[in-house]
């Protein structure tokens, strides 16, 4: 996983959050996963909000905006590895596609830090690349690591 700059910057130091927004708290805020389309740069010094990279979000039956929610978060530190890690639930994306598909190589994790959430008050927090995935109308489960979603060291 890559951070965006403004997802290090939010994690290490919560007066950086706007005026009237939450302080980040990854294990009570909204965190989603978003699916990207292949051909997706990612930008992590001019890439924020989600609003910035909307139009590289995968267009597929049965698919929400901005993804699907993590569950079952958890942090826990690992002081025989020097580092903390943030781990959530196996996510499924369920039947997406069979209709319009899309395909995807590309992760991000999201902070929705508003009741009523919105691509402009969404903040891009990592990225990852993965396999090159088509939707075909079936499930599609990322399976994360057992040593965590995200590890700072």
């Not at 965590?148 to 060291?153: F, I, K, N, P």
Request: aromatic content about 8%; overall charge negative; cysteine-free.
């Amino acid at each position: 996983m890559v951070f965006y700059n403004r997802g290090k910057h939010i994690t290490f130091d919560t007066s950086a959050v706007g005026l009237g927004e939450a302080p980040y708290a990854p294990l009570l805020d909204v965190m989603k996963i978003a699916l990207m389309r292949v051909a997706y740069a990612i930008n992590i010094d001019t890439d924020e909000q989600f609003d910035d990279i909307v139009a590289n979000e995968i267009v597929a039956t049965s698919y929400t905006t901005r993804g699907n929610a993590l569950a079952s978060k958890t942090m826990t530190r690992d002081d025989a590895n020097d580092r903390t890690e943030f781990d959530a639930a196996d996510l499924v994306f369920t039947a997406i596609g069979n209709g319009t598909n899309d395909t995807f190589d590309e992760i991000v994790i999201l902070r929705e830090q508003d009741a009523t959430p919105t691509n402009a008050n969404t903040e891009l927090i990592a990225h990852a690349t993965v396999g090159a995935t088509t939707t075909n109308g079936g499930n599609i489960t990322l399976v994360f690591n057992a040593e965590g979603l995200l590890q700072l060291a």
